[in-house]
C-alpha cells in the first residue's frame, strides 16, 4: 500500500472513530435550542455557556468522556419543554429529535402573593409524582421561584411563611400542567391569607396561625382587609371628616334651638307645658309651694276574692318533696346556630340542608374572584346539630385543620375549614 492510501485509511479510521464517540442530533427545522450532557438530573436551567446553544437543525456533542447511564437533554426554548435521552443510547447514529421525546417541561415558575403584593420570604416545595424540590423565597426573587425539569400532570404546591415571628399554618395547593402550555414558563399563582411581609411593604398583624387561608388572595380580599383593618390612613382621615361633620350638624342644630327660644320663649312654654313639662315663673319657689309638691299616690288594696269549687271538696296544696322540686327541667334558651368565622369575623349561619361552597354567583357560599376555589369546591350538610363537609373534586381540595378530605368528615366546634386557600372556623 502507498504512502497516500495508508494515510488516506488512517484519517478515515480516525474520522470513523471520532464519529462514534461524538453525539450527533438531528431537528425538526430551525429553532432556539439547547443541548448539554448532566450525570444528574438537573434542578435549575442551565448557562449559556452549559453543551451547544443552537438555532440549527442539528447539533454534536463530544461523548467520549461521558457515562453511558448520564442523559443528553434538550431544551426547546420555544415551547419550553424538555427531551432526554441516556448517552449509551444517543452515541453512534444520529439522534433525530421528534415531538413525542419532549416528556418534561423545562422550567415552571410559582408566584407567592399577599394582597396582590409579592411575598418578601418563604419557603416552597413542589412534588409532581416523581421527584420533590424546595425553594427559598427572598425579597430579591420579588415573590418568584422557579423550577426545572417537571413531569406534567397534577403537581402539589406548599409555601411554608412566618407570621410576625411565628410560624403560619402551610397553604397547599395543587395545580394541572400540560406540556401543551401557551406560555414557555408556566406560572402557578399562589395567594397567601395571613399578613405577610411583602416586598416593598411590611407584616400589617393579620391572623394568628391557623386562621388564615389562601386565600388567594384576590380583590375581595383586599377590600376585606381593608374592612377588618380600618381602611389605613384613608381610613383615619375618613372617619374624622364624619365625626366632625355630625359635631358640627349637632352644635348647629342646638344653635337653632336656642334662637328660637329667644325668639318666642311664651311659645316655647306653651309646647312644653303641652308635653308635660313644668316651666318655674317669676316669684315661684318649687320648694315651698305645696300646690306643685305631689302627693304619692297610695294604691287601694284589692280585696282577696274567695275561689268556691262546685262538687269539689277542697284538697290542700302540695308542693312536693324537695327531691320533686330539684327535678324541674332547667328553662331551655334555644338550640345554637351552627356557623362559619370568616377571616374578618363575619359569621355564616349553616341553614339546614345542603350549603354547597364554590366560586360562582349564587350559589349558598360564594367565594367570588378567588382562583384557589373551584366553580363548585364541596357541600356542607346540616341535619340538626349534625354538620359534615365534603368535597366535590375540587381543584385544590379541602381540608380540615389542615387535613385534605377524601370523602366526608363531620365538623366539630373549634374546626378549621379551608376551601382551596380560604379559611374559617366552625363554631356551634
Same mark, same amino acid.
Not at 85 to 94: E, L, P, R, Y
Not at 128 to 133: F, L, M, P, R
Not at 167 to 190: E, F, N
Not at 193 to 198: I, K, S, Y
Given at each position: 500500500?502507498?504512502?497516500?492510501?495508508?494515510?488516506?485509511?488512517?484519517?478515515? $479510521?480516525?474520522?470513523?472513530?471520532?464519529?462514534?464517540?461524538?453525539?450527533?442530533?438531528?431537528?425538526?427545522?430551525?429553532?432556539?435550542?439547547?443541548?448539554?450532557?448532566?450525570?444528574?438530573?438537573?434542578?435549575?436551567?442551565?448557562?449559556?455557556?452549559?453543551?451547544?446553544?443552537?438555532?440549527?437543525?442539528?447539533?454534536?456533542?463530544?461523548?467520549?468522556?461521558?457515562?453511558?447511564?448520564?442523559?443528553?437533554?434538550?431544551?426547546?426554548?420555544?415551547?419550553?419543554? %424538555?427531551?432526554?435521552?441516556?448517552?449509551?443510547?444517543?452515541?453512534?447514529?444520529?439522534?433525530?429529535?421528534?415531538?413525542?421525546?419532549?416528556?418534561?417541561?423545562?422550567?415552571?415558575?410559582?408566584?407567592?402573593?399577599?394582597? $396582590?403584593?409579592?411575598?418578601?420570604?418563604?419557603?416552597?416545595?413542589?412534588?409532581?409524582?416523581?421527584?420533590?424540590?424546595?425553594?427559598?423565597?427572598?425579597?430579591?426573587?420579588?415573590?418568584?421561584?422557579?423550577?426545572?425539569?417537571?413531569?406534567?400532570?397534577?403537581?402539589?404546591?406548599?409555601?411554608?411563611?412566618?407570621?410576625?415571628?411565628?410560624?403560619?399554618?402551610?397553604?397547599?395547593?395543587?395545580?394541572?400542567?400540560?406540556?401543551?402550555?401557551?406560555?414557555?414558563?408556566?406560572?402557578?399563582?399562589?395567594?397567601?391569607?395571613?399578613?405577610?411581609?411583602?416586598?416593598?411593604?411590611?407584616?400589617?398583624?393579620?391572623?394568628?396561625?391557623?386562621?388564615?387561608?389562601?386565600?388567594?388572595?384576590?380583590?375581595?380580599?383586599?377590600?376585606?382587609?381593608?374592612?377588618?383593618?380600618?381602611?389605613?390612613?384613608?381610613?383615619?382621615?375618613?372617619?374624622?371628616?364624619?365625626? %366632625?361633620?355630625?359635631?358640627?350638624?349637632?352644635?348647629?342644630?342646638?344653635?337653632?334651638?336656642?334662637?328660637?327660644?329667644?325668639?318666642?320663649?311664651?311659645?316655647?312654654?306653651?309646647?312644653?307645658?303641652?308635653?308635660?313639662?313644668?316651666?318655674?315663673?317669676?316669684?315661684?319657689?318649687?320648694?315651698?309651694?305645696?300646690?306643685?309638691?305631689?302627693?304619692?299616690?297610695?294604691?287601694?288594696?284589692?280585696?282577696?276574692?274567695?275561689?268556691?269549687?262546685?262538687?269539689?271538696?277542697?284538697?290542700?296544696?302540695?308542693?312536693?318533696?324537695?327531691?320533686?322540686?330539684?327535678?324541674?327541667?332547667?328553662? $331551655?334558651?334555644?338550640?345554637?346556630?351552627?356557623?362559619?368565622?370568616?377571616?374578618?369575623?363575619?359569621?355564616?349561619?349553616?341553614?339546614?340542608?345542603?350549603?354547597?361552597?364554590?366560586?360562582?354567583?349564587?350559589?349558598? %357560599?360564594?367565594?367570588?374572584?378567588?382562583?384557589?376555589?373551584?366553580?363548585?369546591?364541596?357541600?356542607?350538610?346540616?341535619?340538626? $346539630?349534625?354538620?359534615?363537609?365534603?368535597?366535590?373534586?375540587?381543584?385544590?381540595?379541602?381540608?380540615?385543620?389542615?387535613?385534605?378530605?377524601?370523602?366526608?368528615?363531620?365538623?366539630?366546634?373549634?374546626?378549621?375549614?379551608?376551601?382551596?386557600?380560604?379559611?374559617?372556623?366552625?363554631?356551634?
Amino acid at each position: 500500500m502507498s504512502p497516500k492510501a495508508t494515510l488516506f485509511a488512517l484519517v478515515l $479510521s480516525f474520522a470513523s472513530v471520532a464519529s462514534a464517540q461524538s453525539i450527533n442530533l438531528g431537528f425538526e427545522g430551525h429553532g432556539d435550542r439547547q443541548v448539554w450532557i448532566a450525570a444528574t438530573p438537573p434542578n435549575q436551567a442551565p448557562g449559556d455557556s452549559d453543551g451547544v446553544v443552537t438555532n440549527k437543525g442539528e447539533a454534536m456533542l463530544p461523548g467520549a468522556d461521558q457515562k453511558d447511564d448520564a442523559k443528553v437533554y434538550v431544551w426547546d426554548r420555544k415551547t419550553g419543554n %424538555l427531551a432526554f435521552k441516556t448517552v449509551k443510547d444517543a452515541k453512534g447514529s444520529t439522534w433525530e429529535v421528534k415531538p413525542e421525546d419532549f416528556k418534561l417541561i423545562a422550567q415552571v415558575a410559582v408566584n407567592i402573593v399577599h394582597d $396582590s403584593k409579592p411575598v418578601a420570604a418563604a419557603s416552597v416545595d413542589l412534588d409532581d409524582g416523581a421527584h420533590k424540590a424546595s425553594q427559598l423565597l427572598d425579597p430579591s426573587t420579588k415573590g418568584v421561584v422557579t423550577f426545572f425539569g417537571i413531569k406534567p400532570g397534577s403537581v402539589k404546591i406548599t409555601v411554608h411563611y412566618k407570621v410576625q415571628g411565628k410560624d403560619g399554618q402551610p397553604v397547599t395547593q395543587i395545580a394541572d400542567l400540560s406540556l401543551s402550555h401557551t406560555d414557555p414558563i408556566p406560572t402557578i399563582k399562589v395567594a397567601l391569607a395571613d399578613a405577610v411581609e411583602t416586598v416593598g411593604g411590611a407584616s400589617t398583624g393579620g391572623n394568628a396561625p391557623g386562621q388564615s387561608g389562601s386565600t388567594t388572595t384576590n380583590a375581595s380580599d383586599q377590600s376585606s382587609d381593608s374592612k377588618s383593618s380600618g381602611g389605613g390612613v384613608g381610613g383615619f382621615f375618613g372617619r374624622a371628616i364624619i365625626y %366632625l361633620l355630625v359635631l358640627g350638624g349637632m352644635a348647629y342644630a342646638i344653635y337653632l334651638a336656642v334662637q328660637w327660644v329667644k325668639k318666642d320663649p311664651d311659645s316655647v312654654s306653651s309646647k312644653l307645658e303641652q308635653l308635660g313639662v313644668q316651666i318655674p315663673k317669676p316669684g315661684d319657689d318649687p320648694l315651698t309651694d305645696p300646690a306643685q309638691i305631689a302627693a304619692p299616690v297610695k294604691p287601694v288594696p284589692t280585696p282577696v276574692q274567695k275561689i268556691i269549687l262546685d262538687d269539689a271538696a277542697p284538697e290542700p296544696l302540695n308542693f312536693g318533696s324537695p327531691a320533686s322540686i330539684s327535678s324541674v327541667a332547667p328553662i $331551655s334558651m334555644g338550640p345554637v346556630e351552627p356557623k362559619l368565622i370568616s377571616q374578618t369575623g363575619d359569621a355564616m349561619p349553616v341553614p339546614e340542608g345542603e350549603l354547597v361552597v364554590g366560586r360562582e354567583l349564587g350559589l349558598g %357560599l360564594s367565594l367570588v374572584g378567588e382562583s384557589t376555589v373551584s366553580r363548585k369546591h364541596a357541600v356542607i350538610t346540616r341535619n340538626g $346539630s349534625q354538620v359534615l363537609v365534603k368535597d366535590c373534586g375540587s381543584t385544590n381540595g379541602t381540608y380540615v385543620n389542615g387535613v385534605q378530605l377524601q370523602g366526608e368528615k363531620q365538623l366539630q366546634i373549634g374546626d378549621n375549614v379551608q376551601f382551596g386557600s380560604v379559611r374559617f372556623r366552625y363554631e356551634g
